[in-house]
């Protein structure tokens, strides 16, 4: 059973300071990870995607990946109280499109 | 470049009815995934089809079923419904279709009294 696991939280982060999501997977085979946001009653948002070991970096959004550790990061700079929503980690293989979902990190950024 | 649109986007049947729900993917996108979503389980995935064909398909009973269609639209069929199965039904696209960004459309609230 491919598993993926994220700490439910609630994670609170006063405004301007610096967020830290993880992620960890069981499947070694993994071979795309995403990080998505999802708003109370919304859809799924893509956030950031990473293929290789190493940080992304997309705006205040960074993505870390470290596939011997098995693990995934998101880390958010300058968070703003619109940030705050389930942060979702996914994970893919190589057989297909099926992302397998953590159960997703609520993060609450205090004015 | 228009989103995933699915239709309709809340639905009220009763245990042992049917409901089909529908997805249109972005242009251009031929892999449709369909995802369940509820608060006890979260997101798990259903199925998946490209280029008509379903690829992948997730623990789910028979009762679950999906087709696609020749222009990329997909729809899936919860057969004898069961109070268990409400839930927010997610359908995402993708340009390729493996291990590609999938984009989700805003979903169908499906409630079963």
């Known amino acids: 059973q491919k598993e993926v696991e994220q700490n439910s939280g609630p994670l609170s982060v006063p405004e301007g300071a610096i967020a830290s999501l993880n992620c960890t997977y069981s499947?070694?085979?993994?071979?795309?990870f995403f990080w998505y946001r999802q708003y109370s009653g919304k859809s799924p948002e893509l956030i950031m995607s990473i293929y290789s070991n190493g940080d992304k970096e997309d705006g205040r959004f960074t993505a870390q990946l470290n596939k011997a550790s098995q693990y995934v990061s998101l880390l958010i700079r300058d968070s703003q109280p619109s940030d705050s929503a389930t942060y979702l980690c996914?994970?893919?293989?190589?057989?297909?499109?099926?992302?397998?979902f953590g159960g997703g990190t609520r993060l609450m950024v205090k004015p | 470049k228009a989103g995933v649109t699915q239709t309709p986007r809340y639905l009220i049947k009763t245990r042992g009815q049917q409901v089909t729900l529908s997805c249109s993917p972005i242009?251009?996108?031929?892999?449709v995934s369909w995802y369940q979503q509820t608060p006890g389980q979260g997101l798990q995935f259903l199925f998946e089809y490209f280029s008509e064909t379903q690829r992948n398909k997730g623990n789910f009973p028979g009762r679950f079923s999906g087709r696609q269609f020749s222009n990329s639209r997909s729809e899936m069929n919860v057969s004898t419904l069961e109070l268990g199965d409400s839930a927010l039904y997610l359908c995402?696209?993708?340009?390729?279709?493996?291990?590609?960004?999938?984009?989700f459309g805003p979903g169908t609230r499906l409630t079963v009294l």
């Open positions: 242009s251009g996108h031929r892999s």
């Open positions: 995402a696209s993708s340009f390729l279709g493996i291990s590609d960004t999938q984009y």
């Open positions: 996914a994970v893919s293989g190589n057989a297909g499109n099926m992302l397998t």
């Open positions: 499947d070694r085979g993994s071979q795309s």
